[in-house]
DNA sequence: TAGGCCATCTGGTCCT
DNA sequence: AGGACCAGATGGCCTA
C-alpha cells in the first residue's frame, strides 16, 4: 500500500465548536437513525450518539457563557491533539524495535501491534526453548519465565480448548507475516 | 475512483 | 469539577 512515509497532514480549519456533526455533512444521514438505532441505543456509544442525532442544540447562554464553552471545547481539544500524539511517539516507538524487512515502508497501526505481538509471542518461544535445554547452573529468572509461561497458558489451553501454536510454530508465524507485509498484502 | 489509513473534532463516560 | 479516555463521524491524502 504505501510505499513511504507521509508528511504529517494539517487538517482544515476547526469546526464550529457549536455545531452539531449532522450539520457538517449534510450529504450524510445523521448517526443513530435506521434500524440498527434502537438495538444501538443500549450501549454506551449508542446512547451518546443517539444524544448527538438528537440535534438538540443547546441553547447558548450570554455571551461571556457561550465563549467560556467554546474556550473549554477548544482547550479540550488540544488536549485530545496532544494525547493522540503521545499515543503515535508510543507506536513509532514500537515500531523502531520491531524488526521488519522494508525499513522505507511505515508499518501500519495494525500492522504495528500485530507484528510486535507475534515478535513477542516468537521471543518467548525461543527462550522458552533454550531454557529447557538444560543449561548449567541455569537458576535465574528463566526457569520462573518457564513457569510463567507454561503454567497459565496450559490452563488457559484447557480452559478454552484452544489450539496454541508450538513455540517453532511462533517464529515460523511472525517470519511468515514479516514477508506478507513486506509484499504489501 | 475506491478503499485504506490517518488526524482531528466531538460528546459521553470514567476516574481522580 | 476537571481531565483522561473512548469511539463515532468526518474529511484529506495516497496508492492500486
Request: glycine share 8%; proline share 11%; with cysteine.
Amino acid at each position: 500500500m504505501k510505499t513511504k512515509s507521509r508528511p504529517p497532514r494539517r487538517r482544515a480549519p476547526p469546526q464550529d465548536p457549536e455545531a452539531t456533526p449532522g450539520e457538517r455533512t449534510p450529504d450524510r444521514p445523521p448517526p443513530g437513525s435506521g434500524p440498527d438505532a434502537a438495538k444501538a441505543l443500549r450501549s454506551r456509544r449508542a446512547r451518546a450518539q443517539g444524544a448527538r442525532a438528537e440535534g438538540g442544540r443547546r441553547r447558548p447562554g450570554p455571551g461571556s457563557r457561550r465563549e467560556s464553552s467554546v474556550q473549554r471545547r477548544l482547550e479540550s481539544n488540544e488536549r485530545e491533539r496532544q494525547r493522540m500524539h503521545k499515543l503515535n511517539n508510543a507506536f513509532q516507538a514500537l515500531r523502531e524495535v520491531i524488526p521488519h524487512v522494508r525499513a522505507d515502508k511505515k508499518l501500519s497501526k495494525i500492522e504495528t501491534l500485530t507484528l510486535a505481538k507475534n515478535y513477542i509471542k516468537s521471543l518467548t518461544a525461543t527462550i522458552l526453548t533454550m531454557s529447557s535445554g538444560r543449561l548449567p547452573g541455569l537458576d535465574g529468572p528463566v526457569p520462573k519465565l518457564c513457569q510463567h509461561y507454561q503454567q497459565p497458558q496450559q490452563a488457559a489451553r484447557g480452559a478454552l480448548g484452544a489450539s496454541e501454536a508450538p513455540p517453532e510454530g511462533h517464529l515460523q508465524k511472525f517470519s511468515t507475516q514479516i514477508h506478507s507485509f513486506r509484499e504489501g498484502s
